[in-house]
């Protein structure tokens, strides 16, 4: 099982509509969390820290279940801009502090 | 936030032969690291490039393939050595600034290998 898993979609999404994805972890002892955008061709950038009370940013909601181990970006009202592939990251001390990054899950909105 | 200049940002190479990809940095950072995408993937980690230390290279990189150079707080470079096909990929430098976790990147070299 890979330490950070997200369904690779491609999500295929009409202009306006609303969107989640998750973003499941496998330690327990993971400590924060993050979404990053990454564009076509482009480098990653922070899109969101991920809070244990939820917390959103504009048309965005990101959310933690430490229960479940699981993580949550919510787009609403999705704009063509939108595409893009969102990466999960999760951090974690094992013998080193680390960063674990998912596959990324594909979103492509249509007009 | 950190600004990242990475070149080349580009190149076709023949097998065999090595490629050293630069990362400079517009402000002063202790650790540097070096990431490597290949198509559909996750970012893999290579490297942590620490200033006045030896590179720590994670499972499955080795610094014989991998040589890092890190000659101060702005700028690192990563070759990658006698490059086969399977090192076809996107190599990417970033560096950690404004709290852990929040990453910043270059733009990436895209290496080919013939």
């Known amino acids: 099982r890979k330490e950070v898993e997200q369904d690779p979609g491609p999500f295929n999404v009409p202009e306006g509509a609303t969107v989640a994805f998750n973003c499941t972890y496998s330690?327990?002892?993971?400590?924060?969390f993050f979404w990053y955008r990454q564009d076509c061709r482009k480098e990653p950038k922070l899109l969101m820290s991920?809070?244990?009370?939820?917390n959103e940013d504009g048309r965005f909601t990101a959310q933690l279940n430490r229960a479940s181990q699981y993580i949550s970006l919510l787009i609403r009202d999705s704009k063509l801009s939108d595409s893009a592939t969102y990466l999960c990251?999760?951090?974690?001390?094992?013998?080193?502090?680390?960063?674990?990054w998912g596959a990324g899950t594909k979103l492509i909105i249509k007009p | 936030s950190a600004v990242i200049s990475q070149k080349p940002s580009r190149d076709i190479c023949q097998r065999g032969t090595s490629l050293t990809i630069q990362c400079q940095v517009d402000?002063?950072?202790?650790?540097m690291f070096w990431y490597r995408q290949q198509p559909g993937q996750s970012l893999t980690l290579i490297a942590t490039?620490?200033?006045?230390?030896?590179?720590?290279?994670e499972s499955g990189f080795v610094i014989d393939k991998f040589p890092i150079s890190r000659p101060n707080l702005t700028f690192s470079t990563l070759t990658v050595s006698n490059m086969s096909p399977e090192d076809s990929s996107i190599y990417l430098c970033?560096?950690?600034?404004?709290?852990?976790?929040?990453?910043?990147f270059g733009e990436g070299s895209r290496l080919t290998v013939l």
């Open positions: 970033s560096v950690e600034d404004g709290g852990a976790g929040e990453l910043f």
């Open positions: 402000s002063q950072v202790t650790m």
């Open positions: 991920v809070y244990s009370s939820g």
């Open positions: 330690n327990s002892a993971s400590q924060s």
């Open positions: 990251v999760v951090t974690q001390m094992d013998s080193n502090y680390q960063l674990i």
């Open positions: 490039a620490n200033q006045g230390s030896e590179a720590t290279y």
